[in-house]
């Protein structure tokens, strides 16, 4: 068949060449008689221009052919080595399932397409039930190593953005794991991290010179039960990190030195009991931090922050013995809100601090007992407690430096030493 296509394809092209030939023979003057050499070359080049081209297509659809063929063995041995490993995970040696942790991760690194279900893998790995007391029964013998290991891993497949493996885009589902410490410090975030419901007991997590960028971080509904969560020189640029009715016993979270620009951070209906949060030296630029109807009975500090254009929102939350402390922050354009919130033995201090064009608002606020501390402050600003409630409450302008301050107070009279 394919002889025969060319016998008439070669007729035709002759027959076209000749007719080309003959009539440029015939313009001449006088005519001459058409060169059969001529028409025979012509001929014969088309030809082999045809068949060059069907021959260039035909090794391009043979290796189209191969590389499906190869992209699907490739893919049968990647699926392979995802049930290996994945078997691996599900052992009772933990030496055998840390040779699982090290396959998978492996596997996310040469599987782009599948890597988040590898990752996934290793998050349903950690939220798996967990006794970090080794004295205490459901204890697992280098469980803990195992856990770490998985961490690690995810910490260094966040260092750099623009590597080939960075996992940096990817989702993780950690809600409802136990952390009894590990590190995610300098790592890029810019996907969706789930915390919510987790247990942070004892240890250390280290989210230290991370960054947050446009993704979303949720702790809500965890519990910091003696450990220690730290945030220190992280930024968060357009991320929003939840702690939604969170539970603080005992535990820290530190931002110390943090930066805000234009995130938020939500700390509503957040319960605070014996426990520490600390955002000294931390910078805000039109971020919002957000403790609305939260409860304190233990320490917030914003000690040396600086607040340019956010706001701070303390709205209905409630204080018992607890402490806010503002000491020497700077507030320039931005508004801390304290509207509604109730004060019982808690104390607000705002000592040395300095205000430059801020709002302070403690509108309808209840004080029983409580003291807001201005000692040594620079108000430049407006500060209003309008239709606050005073029961043995204390306002203390001790040494403060008035520039141009605007005070609202409603229907009350200025308290005695303001």
């Known amino acids: ?180 410490g590990g590190s995610f410090s300098t790592s890029h975030f810019q996907g969706t991290v789930h915390f919510g419901g987790a247990w942070f007991t004892g240890g250390t997590v280290d989210f230290d010179r991370a960054t947050f960028s446009g993704g979303t971080v949720s702790f809500a509904d965890a519990t910091f039960s003696g450990g220690t969560v730290h945030f220190r020189l992280s930024t968060f640029s357009g991320s929003t990190v939840y702690f939604d009715r969170a539970t603080f016993s005992g535990g820290t979270v530190n931002f110390t030195r943090a930066a805000f620009s234009g995130g938020t951070v939500n700390f509503t209906r957040a319960a605070f009991s014996g426990g520490t949060i600390s955002f000294g030296g931390a910078a805000f630029s039109g971020g919002t931090v957000d403790f609305n109807r939260a409860t304190f009975s233990g320490m917030a500090s914003f000690f040396g922050a600086t607040f340019s254009g956010g706001t701070v929102n303390f709205g209905g939350a409630t204080f018992t013995d607890g402490t806010v402390n503002f000491g020497d922050a700077t507030f320039s354009g931005g508004t801390v809100n304290f509207t509604r919130a109730a004060f019982s033995g808690g104390t607000v201090n705002f000592r040395d601090a300095t205000f430059n064009g801020s709002t302070v608002n403690f509108r309808n606020a209840t004080f029983n007992g409580s003291g807001v501390s201005f000692g040594a402050a620079f108000l430049g600003g407006t500060v209003d407690f309008g239709d606050a409630t005073f029961n043995r409450g204390r306002v203390n302008f001790n040494s403060a430096t008035f520039s141009g301050t605007v005070f609202e107070w409603g229907p009350l009279p200025v308290p005695a030493g303001a």
């Not at 469980?143 to 961490?151: C, D, G, L, M, N």
């Open 1 to 180: 068949m394919a002889l025969i296509a060319a016998g008439v394809l070669g007729w035709v092209i002759y027959h076209y060449a000749y007719d080309h030939f003959a009539q440029a023979a015939a313009d001449q003057k006088p005519p001459k008689p058409v060169n059969i050499n001529d028409v025979l070359k012509a001929t014969v080049t088309a030809l082999t221009l045809i068949g060059a081209v069907l021959a260039g297509l035909y090794a391009y659809r043979k290796q189209l052919l191969a590389e499906g063929d190869a992209h699907r063995a490739d893919a049968s041995q990647l699926a392979d080595r995802y049930t290996t490993a994945a078997e691996q995970l599900g052992h009772d040696q933990a030496a055998v399932r840390l040779a699982g942790v090290y396959a998978l991760v492996r596997l996310a690194d040469d599987w782009a397409e599948q890597r988040q279900v590898c990752i996934d893998v290793l998050c349903a790995y950690l939220r798996m039930p967990y006794e970090p007391d080794h004295t205490a029964q459901g204890h697992k013998a280098g469980e803990r190593e195992v856990r770490q290991t998985i961490i690690r891993v995810i910490r260094d497949h966040l260092q750099d953005p623009e590597a080939r493996t960075a996992w940096c885009r990817n989702n993780f589902n950690f809600t409802g794991a136990v952390f009894d």
